[in-house]
């Protein structure tokens, strides 16, 4: 009997797959980017340009000098005493005072020439300065001072100030102040000193009043302000984009409405103070102006570009400025991800877009250039990757290099004048990668809850994986509306290999409700954070695993993440408990009334209303099925550290079993800590896997 139950342990310990949490995979896990680093080579170009704009020169892997003669269509290996003298390599970029990046890290320039304000006019002869919360006028030759408005007072008083370029008028922004709300934190075990330690953060909520900033037009000459009606900005979240037109005749500005339904660009007539909608867009649901809010201002022939998701997807819009015509510079099932300029003089905008090459993944980055009146489209890359470029300083041709999550970079020299290859440049090279057993991850592809719209992610294996046994699956999972998530460029190291190496098979998804598809896709999210895409999600696992019949389902499927993952991930085993069986929750923003403002009003809208509350992990707290590990940082400063120990709260209350790791002096993404990250890692071989773990 006892060979019989060796026999049948044995049998067990191969099913479930090569590793089981002993010490060696959680050393493997541990240091996948050194095992993994230094294995991939060739995977970029830094160019030497020649000011005549016809050659540049490079060192590949093997430190060699290569030349490229781009007007020749030539690369070639040469002796270093061959190299052009005067070539030089490209400047850094210059910050730009007026850009803004998004959460992905992309750059857009947000206006084309910055808006006179300040103190002295554009003649010289009058300077504003603030006292006792108004605007006052000083004459610069005679130094009297006059007062100009007289409404200001502390906590509604005037700040920033635009001038007309003729002096004649100028507006003023009034600020009413919004709400003092702020968090305490508790540090309890402070290295300084004994005693526990306190401090706050300005932190307003959802619905919490917020500063209400409005433009005022005032007239120089008479000394007086001229009367505007804010009829069409009555509730800003925020005004911006603000700008003169060159013959001073009317005062541009963005209008984001609380709630942000309403996005208006506006006009204050400067004789009348009557203010006019440009533009106008009204949805149903969200206009996304973290991501998708850009004006560029064309002064010369009175137009603006403008970017809209008015057409269901997201494009940009030629506007004139004097009628409010808007008529399309970009068309079609695709989605412009960013401005990379605006050239005024050949009137043509370079952008980059997602979903231009239909025979592709649609989160690829590809860039693109076209005329302002909608002809003439050049896609710059077609690659089947996502793309990033460099580009000549005679901006004639392109360095470009893609990948994707399995394939390593491949860099190749383009034509801006029509997209087309001029010659390859290097393919990286990761055999030696391959050595080491670690495996591409796969991308893979189902139909959403809708039974038509695709779904994308990966799948990460373990570099010891073995296709005939099985594994257990875990999602990583990050939801948040503000992107997409799934990876798609290559990394040798990709986040999830280190679950995976412990004998897990991991996946990535993007379920709907994420950014940068349609607006339809997007639109799920709305006053719907708990959603997550779940029921997305949900069929791209069992798909996944109907293929690969090394996935097992059959205890379950484990789900982590952190912020908005760390909800999602919670909110997994409350609604979905019967598939999501085991979960790990890093800093969660579990209610949506407890977390910054800016975040949760875009997606979750305002005035905070019933659906706030059914979405909570609060709220569903009693609903819990399986295992749950909740993690957070006593000083986390992102997401409030109490909206974790409500959920612990509300489990209590409702008798349920969890584990709670609170961790002294942690803050937002503790979970990524040795510690942390060593007992998420432990809970999921000891819940999913069903050892022991043997992390140490």
């Given at each position: 009997?006892?060979?019989?139950?060796?026999?049948?342990?044995?049998?067990?310990?191969?099913?479930?797959?090569?590793?089981?949490?002993?010490?060696?995979?959680?050393?493997?896990?541990?240091?996948?980017?050194?095992?993994?680093?230094?294995?991939?080579?060739?995977?970029?170009?830094?160019?030497?340009?020649?000011?005549?704009?016809?050659?540049?020169?490079?060192?590949?892997?093997?430190?060699?000098?290569?030349?490229?003669?781009?007007?020749?269509?030539?690369?070639?290996?040469?002796?270093e005493d061959k190299l052009p003298k005067d070539a030089k390599p490209t400047p850094p970029p210059k910050k730009k005072r007026f850009d803004a990046a998004d959460e992905g890290g992309d750059t857009f320039v947000r206006l084309a020439q910055p808006?006179?304000?300040?103190?002295?006019?554009?003649?010289?002869?009058?300077?504003?300065?603030?006292k006792d919360s108004n605007v006052w006028l000083r004459d610069t030759k005679t130094k009297e001072e006059t007062q100009l408005s007289t409404d200001g007072k502390p906590g509604d008083s005037y700040g920033t100030v635009f001038w007309a370029p003729d002096s004649k008028k100028l507006i003023a922004i009034k600020t009413k102040a919004g709400g003092d709300r702020k968090v305490t934190l508790v540090e309890s075990s402070p290295r300084d000193q004994l005693q526990p330690k306190t401090s706050t953060l300005n932190y307003l909520k959802p619905g919490d009043p917020i500063p209400l900033s409005k433009p005022h037009l005032f007239d120089v000459a008479a000394k007086k302000e001229v009367a505007t009606s804010d009829e069409l900005f009555p509730n800003p979240w925020d005004t911006g984009f603000e700008h003169w037109a060159p013959d001073s005749k009317r005062f541009?500005?963005?209008?984001?409405?609380?709630?942000?339904?309403?996005?208006r660009l506006l006009a204050i007539d400067a004789e009348s103070g009557k203010v006019t909608a440009v533009v106008n867009e009204e949805c149903k649901t969200f206009f996304d102006y973290a991501n998708k809010l850009f004006v560029q201002y064309l002064d010369d022939t009175n137009e603006a570009v403008w970017m809209s998701e008015r057409d269901g997807w997201n494009q940009l819009?030629?506007?004139?400025?004097?009628?409010?015509?808007?008529?399309?510079?970009?068309?079609?099932?695709?989605?412009?991800?960013?401005?990379?300029?605006?050239?005024?003089?050949?009137?043509?905008?370079?952008?980059?877009?997602?979903?231009?090459?239909?025979?592709?993944?649609p989160y690829h980055v590809h860039f693109c250039r076209i005329k302002l009146d909608g002809t003439g489209l050049v896609k710059l890359t077609d690659g089947d990757g996502t793309h990033t470029v460099e580009y000549s300083p005679d901006r004639k041709h392109l360095i470009d290099t893609y990948?994707?999550?399995?394939?390593?970079?491949?860099?190749?020299?383009?034509?801006?004048?029509?997209?087309?290859?001029?010659?390859?440049?290097?393919?990286?090279?990761?055999?030696?990668?391959?050595?080491?057993?670690?495996?591409?991850?796969?991308?893979?592809?189902?139909?959403?809850?809708?039974?038509?719209?695709?779904?994308?992610?990966?799948?990460?294996?373990?570099?010891?994986?073995?296709?005939?046994?099985?594994?257990?699956?875990?999602?990583?999972?990050?939801?948040?509306?503000?992107?997409?998530?799934?990876?798609?460029?290559?990394?040798?190291?990709?986040?999830?290999?280190?679950?995976?190496?412990?004998?897990?098979?991991?996946?990535?998804?993007?379920?709907m409700g994420t950014n940068w598809r349609n607006k339809a896709f997007h639109d799920v999210c709305w006053k719907n954070l708990g959603d997550s895409g779940f029921p997305d999600r949900i069929l791209w696992i069992k798909a996944a695993a109907e293929k690969?019949?090394?996935?097992?389902?059959?205890?379950?499927?484990?789900?982590?993440?952190?912020?908005?993952?760390?909800?999602?991930?919670?909110?997994?085993?409350?609604?979905?408990?019967?598939?999501?069986?085991?979960?790990?929750?890093?800093?969660?923003?579990?209610?949506?009334?407890?977390?910054?403002?800016w975040w949760n009003e875009l997606w979750m809208s305002w005035p905070v209303g019933p659906h706030y509350a059914e979405q909570s992990n609060v709220t569903q707290a009693h609903k819990l099925k399986?295992?749950?590990?909740?993690?957070?940082?006593?000083?986390?400063?992102?997401?409030?550290p109490a909206s974790t120990l409500q959920v612990a709260n509300a489990l209590i209350r409702a008798d349920k079993d969890f584990e709670l790791l609170v961790v002294p002096g942690g803050g937002h993404g503790i979970a990524e800590s040795p510690y942390g990250s060593r007992r998420r890692m432990d809970f999921f071989v000891r819940n999913l896997m069903g050892v022991e773990p043997r992390s140490r």
């Open positions: 009997m006892p060979r019989v139950f060796a026999l049948l342990a044995l049998l067990t310990f191969a099913h479930i797959g090569a590793a089981q949490g002993t010490k060696q995979d959680y050393e493997r896990a541990n240091s996948v980017g050194k095992w993994t680093a230094g294995k991939v080579t060739a995977t970029k170009v830094a160019p030497n340009w020649t000011p005549d704009g016809q050659q540049f020169w490079y060192q590949n892997a093997n430190k060699e000098f290569v030349l490229v003669d781009m007007v020749k269509g030539t690369r070639q290996v040469v002796a808006p006179r304000r300040g103190a002295e006019s554009p003649d010289g002869k009058w300077a504003t300065f603030l541009y500005f963005t209008y984001n409405q609380r709630g942000h339904t309403v996005m819009y030629l506007i004139d400025l004097a009628t409010g015509k808007a008529r399309n510079i970009t068309k079609g099932e695709w989605v412009v991800r960013g401005v990379e300029r605006v050239d005024v003089k050949n009137r043509e905008v370079w952008f980059r877009a997602l979903g231009v090459h239909t025979d592709q993944d990948s994707r999550v399995d394939l390593p970079p491949v860099v190749e020299l383009r034509r801006t004048a029509d997209g087309k290859k001029v010659c390859d440049l290097e393919k990286a090279d990761a055999a030696e990668l391959l050595k080491t057993g670690w495996r591409y991850p796969e991308r893979f592809v189902a139909k959403g809850r809708d039974g038509t719209t695709d779904i994308h992610g990966y799948i990460v294996r373990p570099s010891n994986f073995d296709p005939n046994k099985t594994y257990p699956v875990i999602e990583h999972i990050y939801a948040g509306p503000h992107d997409h998530h799934v990876r798609k460029g290559f990394s040798p190291a990709p986040y999830e290999q280190r679950m995976a190496e412990l004998g897990f098979i991991v996946v990535k998804i993007d379920g690969h019949k090394e996935m097992d389902l059959s205890k379950g499927v484990g789900i982590f993440g952190g912020s908005a993952g760390g909800q999602s991930s919670t909110r997994a085993v409350l609604a979905f408990g019967d598939f999501y069986t085991v979960a790990v929750s890093d800093c969660g923003c579990h209610d949506n009334r407890m977390d910054k403002i399986g295992k749950l590990l909740l993690v957070v940082g006593e000083l986390d400063r992102n997401v409030d």
